[in-house]
């Protein structure tokens, strides 16, 4: 063994000692969880399109995203889900088209104090009216209020006594009927009638393609979608093939959620995709949250998630609203969902809660196929392999092949998975050892071959019990 201290010369009598920090255990790398999301800005943000920035206070981001755009409702849902969440803020490419607008025509005059509110998914913008307002008067305060309240996705303007209301950002799915905003005008002022809301519906579609183009490079863990259409989610699941590829090596999983009437049909998109990095969240009918701030607060959970395999059955998303009773999934929809691989959410203890988390994995060549239908494996694989690359790039990095580098990669495969059979996420290592095997490639002067089993453990879903009754 040739020994080289990497001390400098010198001439000077005395004992030298320098340090190696690389020589023992690593240990296993931290698991953290960086988020992208990926959304419009209004026209108050600076964020230039297709330019991967990240952030670190609430007020960076709405320099950067515009209050009250998409990109910051679904900046809000994430830390409102996880404050500690770390978020990289994407804009995509422009959408060629124009914002939905939504008009509602006051009249009357108050014959007693009230109040006259624009409500927007649940959020309630209000102002006082007294004795003796005109309906244009009161239209015109109205409007001042929504543009004096920052988080309002929407600017107001008033004419005469109608309020008009723009969404800040453009494109259809910002105004869809199941997933996107939802207004209503709303009047308690007597003498002040609030006519029925006209709305025209915003124009133009998203394309990731470009945002996805942007990110490629560089690996970000969650990547939330604000759209769940099937053209942007095969982009999206082509992009996480790609990247997560063995010559790139940057495992990722995406994350859109969407509104739907039944489970069946949620169930249908999933099995167009049908990947294990995809995931589709799906909430009944309607829910006082737009689809963007729901896949937002899903993906901050997901990377809340320091341990890869561990369940997240009943993990509530802090912040976001709960369905009306006639808007929640029954028991047997919730199956229908899990296994078309859609992740169902359900109310629980009042708040909206993951059911299971699964992937969009549910069959392999129309056949159901379970391993790779909980998004905790594909977890766990990714950090195994994080964890193996880690060990090779300290240890095995510029060395040559001599007669005992293969014992020795060997070994510290072994050593990194019985890591991680300590932390429960992988088990039975011992029983796998004959199949760790590092031998020299034939063909191929310089490489190494390596065969890594990777008994996962699962994670505990279920619990079958039968109770026998004795009288």
Known sequence: MNLNPNIPETMIPGTYTGYNYYAGPNGLPANIQKVLL????????????????????????????????????????????????????????????????????????????GIVSVIINGQKISVGVAKTDTAAAVATALAAEVNNT???????????????????????????????????????????????????????TVDLTTALAATFPERYHIIVSPVNDETNL????????????????????????????????????????????????????????????????????????????VPMNGVAIPGLAIPEIEDKWSGEEQ????????IPLAEEDGQLCIVRAVTTKSNNSGVRFTKLIDTGVIASLDYFRDAILSTHKAKFKNKVIHALLADSINEENKKVAKDLEDEEILRYIDDYADQFITQESKNEPGRMLCQIPAPVVPGLNQIYNTIDLYL
């Open 335 to 342: 199956d229908v969902l899990l296994y078309g691989g859609v």
């Open 150 to 204: 920052p988080d309002a996705p929407v600017t107001a303007e008033a004419a005469t006594a109608k309020v008009t209301l723009t969404a800040k950002c453009s494109g259809a799915y910002v105004s869809a009927a199941a997933g996107g905003l939802n207004v209503s005008v709303t009047s308690e002022a007597t003498g002040i009638t609030a006519g029925a809301v006209s709305a025209t519906a915003g124009v133009g």
């Open 38 to 113: 990926i959304g419009d800005v209004s026209s108050a943000g600076s964020l230039a399109a297709c330019k991967p920035t990240e952030v670190s206070s609430e007020q960076e981001a709405i320099a950067l995203a515009g209050a009250g755009s998409v990109l910051m409702q679904m900046y809000k849902a994430a830390k409102k889900a996880w404050k500690y969440a770390q978020i990289t803020l994407l804009r995509h490419a422009a959408v060629t088209g124009s914002a939905a607008t939504w008009e509602s025509t006051l009249s009357g005059t108050a014959t007693a104090a």
């Open 234 to 309: 095969g982009k999206l699941k082509t992009h996480l093939e790609a990247a997560a590829a063995p010559l790139e090596q940057r495992g990722q999983r995406a994350i859109c959620a969407m509104v739907s009437a039944s489970a069946t049909a949620a169930k249908t998109e999933a099995l167009k995709h049908n990947y294990e990095r995809l995931h589709i969240a799906a909430v009944k009918n309607k829910i006082n949250a737009t689809v963007w701030e729901i896949a937002a607060g899903l993906g901050a959970i997901f990377a809340s998630n320091s341990k890869p395999n």
